[in-house]
């Protein structure tokens, strides 16, 4: 990093030509300093589309950029590239990428997310597998009309080099008809053990009319998370 001083200004803090390829955590940092255009320049280092990199050179997207680390591949190290909402027109994307060797980090694979009508589809990292790290997307959507708009959860796991999805569900739905609105909304919960707890709630004319729940487990082969059926919640 490099640090300048322009005539009566402050110190300001930068890096000197091309953001340096080193460990997630080291990349991730220097993203905090960089500029537009050598954020950019990174992601096409990487193998990001040539159009999306530079779908992410305006402010509020900038900002919202992240790398993160991914446990639990024990033959391959492999990192997280999130590109927020409005990176190119009404989309955000996941990237996975793989170190070949020596830091050398390359996007194997990629998970494009719906962000319809000013959506913010957005993820975070959880822990339903010991030792290893699986990706929850919350509010992409995976469906809008006239009267319709719904909005999922999705989990993914890397496997082999690539993004696998193990779930996708429902996490916000508003349906409207001539007299009224009705919405679905679910959050979810990890617990021990590979289990996921939803509880959903449902509301008419923003009153809530009923909560239900259900868990979501393994399936006896590992490849997909699967739900139990809802059952009432007494308040």
Known sequence: MASSIGEGQY???GIAGSVPVGTIAEMDNSLIVATPKQRADLLKRFGVEDEIARGTMTAPVTRGITLEPLRGNANKKYGLLALPCETAYDYAFLYLLEDAGKNNW?????ATLDCFGGGQASHKMINLLPGSDLIMVEHTTTGHGSN???ESTQIFKVRAGKLHMLMS????VMEQNELFVTERSSSFVVFPRGRLEETRVTSVKERPTRVERRMWTFSPDGGA???????????
């Open 11 to 13: 110190p300001t803090v």
């Open 106 to 110: 390359r996007a194997v694979d990629h």
């Open 148 to 150: 319709l708009l719904e």
């Open 169 to 172: 569900s429902p996490d916000h």
């Open 225 to 235: 998370l699967a739900p139990t059926p809802f059952h009432a919640v007494r308040e």
